[in-house]
């Protein structure tokens, strides 16, 4: 059974960074892509980051490019998701989530929840102005 750990939420003040971590267990993803949602109060869930486990390849919502990076430690199993610039509007519950399907030529592919089989249960993260 495959599990998703979120962990690295809390409160920080506008401009400051976190690290969220997301260790995976019970499967080693070799293909597909792991990604990050976000939900905050009172909103749908929002695509945040995606990482394809072959090559690399990143996707970034414009909200987040240029302040936010993912990044992956394979040995472990573990995506990593730093934030940096952190801003009020960032507050929302961040979810950790893992696709075993693969497919190119659509850009969009990862930033879609259809594609995710498996979802950890959420790291709260507060950004007070």
């Known amino acids: 059974q495959v599990q998703l750990v979120e962990s690295g939420g809390g409160l920080v003040q506008a401009g400051d960074s976190l690290r969220l971590s997301c260790a995976a267990s019970?499967?080693?993803?070799?293909?597909?892509?792991m990604g990050w949602f976000r939900q905050a109060p009172g909103k749908v869930r929002e695509f945040v980051t995606a990482?394809?486990?072959?090559?690399?390849?990143?996707y970034y919502a414009n909200s987040v490019k240029g302040r936010f990076t993912i990044s992956s430690d394979h040995a472990k199993n573990t995506v990593y998701l730093h934030m940096n610039g952190l801003k009020p509007e960032d507050t929302a519950d961040y979810y950790c989530a893992a696709s075993a399907n693969t497919k190119y030529g659509d850009p969009y592919y990862y930033t879609r929840e259809g594609p995710y089989e498996y979802w950890g249960q959420g790291t709260q993260v507060t950004v007070s102005s």
């Open positions: 990482m394809r486990w072959s090559g690399s390849r990143t």
């Open positions: 019970g499967r080693t993803f070799s293909s597909g892509a």
